[in-house]
C-alpha cells in the first residue's frame, strides 16, 4: 500500500523528474489513476522555490490541449508538496527512439508541427516549457504526441547540497537539450523553447543531440565553436531548406534565431511538403514484395509491405503497415526506371 496525499493513494514509481519522483497515484473517491509527482524534500522545505514552484503550477493547470498532459490537482501535506498529472499511456520519445532508431525526416517534421502547437498554447497564456526534452514527450497509442515536465526542471538558481545522485544523473541526460541561456542561469525567453525545440528534432533524426559536452561548460562551448552537421546518412534525405532552419533554431544567440514558434511551425511544414516524395535506394528496389519492410536509412519508416493494390504509368500503390502505429496506409512508389528522369521526379514531386 502506497502512502495517503488528500485524497491520493501513491503507489508505485514510475519515473524521476530533476525535481522530484512521479508515482503511480489513485484518487481514492473516484478510483482513477493518475500520477502522482513528489517535490524532492531538498526543494519542498527552500521556502522561496517552494512558493514559485506553486506560483507556475497554478500557471500550468491553466493550460488545456489536447497535446498537453493536464495538472489536475495541487497540494501540500506536512512538508510534502505534490502535483497530480493526468496519466499518460504510450512511450516516451527516447525510449522510441532507442527501440527504433533515428525517425525519418518526415514523421520528424510533422511531430514538430504538432509540438509547436502545443508549445504556442503554453506561449500565448504566458507559460514556457523550459525543459523540452526526449523524455518530456510522450506517443500516445494513437501515435499522437503529447508534451508534459512544464516546470519540472532543476531550477539553475537554487543550489542544493542534498542534490542525490539520481538528481544529477537526469540533469547530465537533459542538459544537451536546454538552451546555451537556460544552462546559463539568465532568463528564459520564447527563444530557449526554440532552441530546445530545434534540439530534440535533431536528436530524432540523427538518433544523437547536436553538440556533445560532459559538463555545462563543454557543452557551451562546443555550442558556440561547433557547427550544426546531420550525418551524411541523414542529410541525404533531408531537403535542402532544412539546415538552414536548424542552424538558426539551434543559434547559440537568442537574437539569431526565428522569432517565435509561428515561423518554426511554417518552416517545417514547408520542409515536409518538400521531403514528402522520398527514393528509395537501389538495393531496395527489387524486394518490394508482400512481407519486405523499407529498412532505415532510406527516408522512411519500417513500412510493411501488405499488398499491391494497383499500378500506373508512373508507379506502384501499396497497401503498408506503419510500423509504431500499426496502422494501415497506401504508399506510391515511383518506377525504378523513372527515377533518373528529372521530368517525371519533379511531377512526382509535386503530386506529393
Same mark, same amino acid.
Given at each position: 500500500m502506497g502512502d495517503d496525499l488528500g485524497n491520493y493513494q501513491t503507489l508505485t514509481p514510475l519515473y524521476q523528474e530533476p525535481v522530484g519522483t512521479v508515482h503511480l497515484g489513485r484518487?481514492? !473517491? !473516484? &478510483?482513477? +489513476? @493518475?500520477? @502522482?509527482?513528489? !517535490?524532492? +524534500?531538498?526543494?519542498? @522545505?527552500?521556502?522561496?522555490y517552494r512558493r514559485r514552484f506553486l506560483r507556475e503550477m497554478r500557471a500550468v493547470a491553466r493550460l488545456s490541449h489536447p497535446h498537453i498532459t493536464r495538472v489536475l490537482d495541487l497540494g501540500q501535506s506536512g512538508q510534502t508538496v505534490y502535483l497530480v498529472l493526468e496519466a499518460e499511456t504510450g512511450t516516451?520519445?527516447?525510449?522510441?527512439?532507442? &527501440?527504433?532508431?533515428p525517425m525519418a525526416?518526415?514523421?520528424?517534421?510533422?511531430?514538430? @508541427?504538432? !509540438?509547436?502547437?502545443?508549445l504556442l498554447h503554453g506561449h500565448l497564456k504566458g507559460v514556457l516549457h523550459r525543459n523540452l526534452s526526449p523524455a518530456s514527450i510522450w506517443i500516445r497509442p494513437d501515435g499522437h504526441p503529447v508534451v508534459r515536465g512544464y516546470g519540472l526542471g532543476r531550477p539553475a538558481d537554487v543550489s542544493l547540497a542534498?542534490?542525490?545522485e539520481d538528481s544529477a544523473r537526469i540533469d547530465e541526460a537533459l542538459l544537451p537539450f536546454r538552451a546555451p541561456e537556460t544552462i546559463e542561469g539568465r532568463p528564459a525567453q520564447v527563444g530557449a523553447d526554440v532552441w530546445s525545440l530545434g534540439a530534440v528534432l535533431f536528436y530524432l533524426l540523427a538518433g544523437s543531440p547536436p553538440f556533445p559536452g560532459r559538463t555545462p561548460d563543454e557543452h557551451i562551448a562546443s555550442i558556440r565553436e561547433g557547427r550544426v552537421e546531420f550525418p551524411p546518412a541523414v542529410r541525404r534525405d533531408l531537403p535542402a531548406e532544412a539546415l538552414p532552419l536548424f542552424r538558426r533554431m539551434l543559434s547559440p544567440k537568442v537574437e539569431d534565431r526565428p522569432l517565435g514558434l509561428y515561423e518554426v511551425k511554417a518552416a517545417l511544414r514547408e520542409v515536409s511538403t518538400m521531403s514528402a516524395a522520398t527514393v528509395v535506394s537501389?538495393?531496395?528496389r527489387d524486394k518490394l514484395d508482400v512481407g519486405a519492410k523499407f529498412e532505415a536509412g532510406e527516408g522512411l519508416e519500417a513500412y510493411e509491405i501488405v499488398e499491391k493494390l494497383g499500378e500506373g504509368g508512373c508507379g506502384t500503390v501499396y497497401k503498408v503497415k506503419h510500423p509504431r502505429s500499426q496502422q494501415f496506409q497506401a504508399m506510391?512508389?515511383?518506377?525504378? +526506371?523513372?527515377? +533518373?528522369?528529372?521530368t517525371a521526379l519533379a511531377r512526382f514531386q509535386h503530386e506529393s
Open positions: 484518487h481514492r !473517491l !473516484l &478510483e482513477r +489513476d @493518475v500520477h @502522482v509527482l513528489i !517535490l524532492r +524534500d531538498a526543494y519542498a @522545505v527552500n521556502l522561496p516516451v520519445v527516447s525510449t522510441a527512439l532507442l &527501440e527504433g532508431g525526416p518526415i514523421p520528424v517534421f510533422r511531430l514538430g @508541427v504538432t !509540438l509547436c502547437n502545443a542534498s542534490t542525490s537501389a538495393p531496395s506510391k512508389v515511383m518506377k525504378p +526506371d523513372l527515377v +533518373d528522369n528529372l
